[in-house]
Antibody
Framework: EVQLVQSGAEVKKPGESLKISCEGS????????IAWVRQMPGKDLEWMGI????????RYSPSFQGQVIISADKSINTAYLQWSSLKASDTAMYYC?????????WGQGTLVTVSS | SYELTQSPSVSVSPGQTASITCSGD??????ACWYQQKPGQSPILVIY???KRPSGIPERFSGSNSGNTATLTISGTQATDEADYYC???????????FGGGTRLTVL
């Protein structure tokens, strides 16, 4: 089955670091870009950036440049999204999705809650 | 920065045609696509490259894109089509992606 499986929900405190993952299976992981998309509670979708797992070429939305790091490990078909110091405003659902111009396969989402 | 504007809500009666629009400067010069998102679920691609349907998407979903407006049309709307719909544009020269604010489709 072609799918993207994301890591589980996280509850963190402000200032803590976090790395969430997205594992692809059922297709050639290195042939497709992987994007990360944020959805804050009750809000719309926001594109954060994309990575090409074959060579780790990465592009960021200007809104998220410097706020997060997107990476990938092609040996285990996994992409990552990480924060070095979380803020309460990072509380959201985070989706990974396959593609660059459009996204034809989505993960189930990882809920990140940041609260003191 | 580039912005896409969608009406917050659209209502339609079952069996009727729903049209959801997305506006952006010279949007017709970019590729537009559309996603359906139901509560508690991940988005699903319903239209890509302006008017193409992924496999498994019913024929009642169609799309167009010209000038400053992209349109998602749902013919013979069903109760199961009730969801939030997001447009998305891709600037191939910069690889940047932008989503619209979403439209809630209500099937009355």
């Amino acid at each position: 089955e072609v799918q993207l499986v994301q890591s589980g929900a996280e509850v963190k405190k402000p200032g803590e670091s976090l790395k969430i993952s997205c594992e692809g299976s059922g297709y050639t992981f290195t042939n497709h870009w992987i994007a990360w998309v944020r959805q804050m509670p009750g809000k719309d979708l926001e594109w954060m950036g994309i990575i090409y797992p074959a060579d780790s070429d990465t592009r960021y939305s200007p809104s998220f440049q410097g706020q997060v790091i997107i990476s990938a490990d092609k040996s285990i078909n996994t992409a990552y999204l990480q924060w070095s110091s979380l803020k309460a405003s990072d509380t959201a659902m985070y989706y990974c999705a396959r593609g660059s111009g459009w996204f034809d396969l989505w993960g189930q989402g990882t809920l990140v809650t940041v609260s003191s | 920065s580039y912005e896409l504007t969608q009406s917050p809500s659209v209502s339609v009666s079952p069996g009727q045609t729903a049209s959801i629009t997305c506006s952006g400067d010279k949007l017709g010069d970019k590729f537009a696509c559309w996603y359906q998102q139901k509560p508690g679920q991940s988005p699903i691609l319903v239209i890509y490259q302006d008017n193409k349907r992924p496999s498994g998407i019913p024929e009642r979903f169609s799309g167009s894109n010209s000038g400053n407006t992209a349109t998602l049309t749902i013919s013979g709307t069903q109760a199961t089509d009730e969801a939030d719909y997001y447009c998305q544009a891709w600037d191939s020269s910069t690889s940047l992606v932008v989503f619209g604010g979403g439209t809630r489709l209500t099937v009355l």
